[in-house]
């Protein structure tokens, strides 16, 4: 018999189960998972939190997750700062693009200003505030090196 249960969370032992057979997989196609979550803090000079990017890495992409800058800080260039960070620190390192989603609510026009371009829009027919906004922006790099595994030469 089977059963499924809702968790906030996995067991380390689950996690490292999952983790392994995943990347297993992904290895056998020639893919790496390539996955690593960070965060970029903004803090002023006397280490106060302005604001915080959340993202990850996967395969060749950066995904950012979240983005939140202070409401005493809004308007002031410090969400332009969190996203050129972002791009200076993975800009000519083989990835591909960052992308990221956003509602209708939130921050379409600030991304689009920075360089986003919209792939999609999926509506919500019930509240349009939260239609999601799917966008990208693509690295000009030559060469993706990112979420590809070597393969080892002949000797």
């Not at 999601?132 to 922006?137: E, L, N, S, W, Y």
Request: contains cysteine.
């Amino acid at each position: 018999m089977t059963e499924i249960t809702l968790v906030d969370e996995l067991s380390p032992a689950q996690e490292a189960i999952m983790e392994r057979d995943l990347v297993d997989y992904e290895a056998s196609h020639g893919i790496d998972v390539n996955y690593k979550r960070f965060h970029l803090i903004l803090q002023n000079d006397q280490k106060k939190l302005i604001g915080v990017l959340t993202a990850y890495t996967a395969f060749a992409e950066v995904y950012i997750d979240d983005m939140w800058v202070h409401s005493a800080h809004r308007g002031s260039g410090y969400g332009r700062l969190l996203i050129a960070s972002l791009e200076n620190r993975f800009k000519s390192k083989g990835f591909n693009n960052i992308n990221l989603c956003t509602n209708q609510f939130n921050a379409p026009e600030f991304y689009k200003k920075c360089g986003f371009e919209l792939e999609f829009v999926r509506k919500n027919l019930k509240n349009p505030k939260l239609n999601k906004f799917f966008m990208v922006k693509f690295f000009d790099d030559e060469e993706q090196t990112q979420g590809i595994l070597v393969e080892e030469l002949p000797i």
